[in-house]
């Protein structure tokens, strides 16, 4: 986005707060109405009361749509909170995300804001659309198509969760051109304490009032924390961009605010450290040196070296701790299978890209497709543990190259802004995309629920941080 742009979008915003005639938003009231409905949504799935949770997001969609800034209040604080299994497989995360853009549309005619087609956000769209063409293919007969039509649900299920995260950047952006993203973003880094401070406490078997918070966690079995995470690397992503976010805040924040960031982003890289997720202490390590490196090239260098010394050094002592135990030989043995598991997947993603590089073999399908391309064959679905890999597979070079046009052009537009979150929200998309080399990230929304919202924010008009508002 240009600086033209940007001034040109502060003018609309300015010339909209002064136009009596506009009804207003992100009010106080309307946010407090969107933190009660979020306080009682997340009690009633604490205390697994399955039938007033319905009713609450039967109730929070209305809202959503009748005030959008309500329902994306609402949303910053449970996105990173389990969402019930009562309506699958149709999502709550999906449902009020859906509401709430439906708001935004509805809305259109009376908030009068000119709308631009962004190149970002056409390349965004057309990836969606992409992503929704390759469900066609799901329901052509087998014969035509190769695929089987059982393979839609789990393509479906995948697709509502990117869908979920597009509509949530794209609604964000909207509201923040009318209403600052301030108390929003401070909403989510809310849900965020809530969610490691959830994980912390069953990692130590210290849940406080487990009646109403024990609906809240994901009973994994692990020794490794993962809170409301059905995965300990999912969350190790989550708190490490969340962890990196904050320490980008506190880089530039008033000293008033450090007294309470601080200690956040503490929490935050301890939740990172007992997910013992190795692709979630790359990610954090990788955003901190950008984050560093911002600043002082020379820094970045020298944290680089001393942390690459530290890890070879402690890596013996990780995989103990992670393990929960000495390892023995055979442990070792198991661990050096497990990573020739992933090698075989990745062989298994070149080898379907190689077969269809055009359009890959359908969005959502590599766990399902990929059994076929693993010598020794298995019949179990394998996941890529790899964003890009997945790209490529799934949707060739066609996907790829509209990924990378997002990427560099969200990129390009972060460098060139001046608003507060700049330097935070670069280093936190490095640490998201270092950690998807390691996850299938983008299509689990939990994990990348918050990335969506800063980005919207860090694009945010300067207009929308007014003088009392921003931190820098």
């Not at 449970?78 to 309506?87: A, F, K, Y």
Request: net charge positive; proline share 4%; with cysteine.
């Amino acid at each position: 986005m240009t600086s033209a742009t940007w001034a040109s979008t502060s003018s609309t915003i300015d010339t909209a707060a002064r136009s009596t005639s506009r009804p207003s938003v992100g009010t106080s009231g309307q946010i407090g109405l969107g933190i009660v409905l979020a306080v009682l949504y997340l009690l009633a799935i604490g205390a697994q009361q399955s039938q007033i949770a319905i009713g609450l997001i039967a109730v929070s969609a209305g809202v959503a749509v009748v005030w959008p800034a309500a329902g994306l209040a609402l949303f910053a604080l449970v996105m990173p909170l389990r969402e019930t299994e009562i309506l699958v497989p149709v999502r709550f995360n999906a449902i009020l995300s859906s509401a709430i853009a439906l708001g935004c549309i509805v809305h259109l005619p009376i908030y009068r804001i000119r709308i631009r087609a962004h190149p970002g956000v056409v390349l965004l769209l057309g990836y969606l659309g992409l992503s929704a063409l390759s469900l066609a293919a799901l329901i052509v007969p087998p014969s035509l198509s190769g695929h089987a039509p059982t393979w839609a649900p789990s393509a479906l299920n995948t697709l509502l969760h990117l869908t979920t995260g597009v509509s949530l950047f794209l609604s964000a952006s909207y509201l923040f051109r009318l209403m600052s993203p301030r108390t929003i973003v401070a909403l989510a880094l809310v849900g965020t304490t809530i969610a490691a401070l959830l994980a912390l406490s069953d990692s130590l078997n210290v849940l406080p009032f487990p009646e109403l918070t024990l609906g809240l966690l994901e009973k994994t079995g692990r020794l490794r924390a993962s809170g409301a995470f059905s995965d300990p690397n999912f969350f190790g992503l989550y708190m490490a961009t969340a962890a990196v976010f904050v320490s980008g805040i506190v880089a530039v924040a008033r000293w008033r605010s450090k007294l309470l960031l601080i200690p956040l982003a503490i929490l935050l890289f301890a939740c990172v450290a007992v997910s013992y997720s190795r692709g979630a202490y790359i990610a954090s390590a990788a955003g901190v040196v950008v984050l560093v490196g911002l600043r002082s090239k020379m820094a970045a260098v020298i944290l680089v070296l001393g942390g690459a010394i530290l890890a070879l050094t402690l890596y013996p002592a990780f995989l103990e701790a992670r393990q929960g135990a000495s390892l023995s030989s055979a442990d070792r043995y198991a661990l050096l299978l497990g990573e020739d598991t992933r090698a075989k997947v990745a062989a298994a993603g070149l080898a379907m890209f190689a077969a269809f590089p055009v359009f890959g073999v359908g969005f959502g399908l590599f766990q399902i497709v990929s059994p076929a391309y693993i010598p020794g064959g298995t019949t179990d679905s394998t996941y890529s543990h790899n964003q890009f890999l997945n790209v490529l597979a799934e949707q060739g070079v066609v996907g790829a190259i509209i990924v990378a046009g997002i990427v560099l052009i969200l990129l390009f537009t972060l460098v060139r802004s001046n608003g507060p979150l700049r330097l935070a929200a670069i280093a936190m998309g490095a640490t998201f995309l270092v950690g998807s080399v390691f996850l299938h990230s983008l299509t689990i929304f939990q994990s990348c629920s918050l990335l969506w919202l800063v980005m919207a924010a860090a694009l945010a008009p300067v207009g929308a941080w007014s003088s009392s508002v921003a931190e820098a």
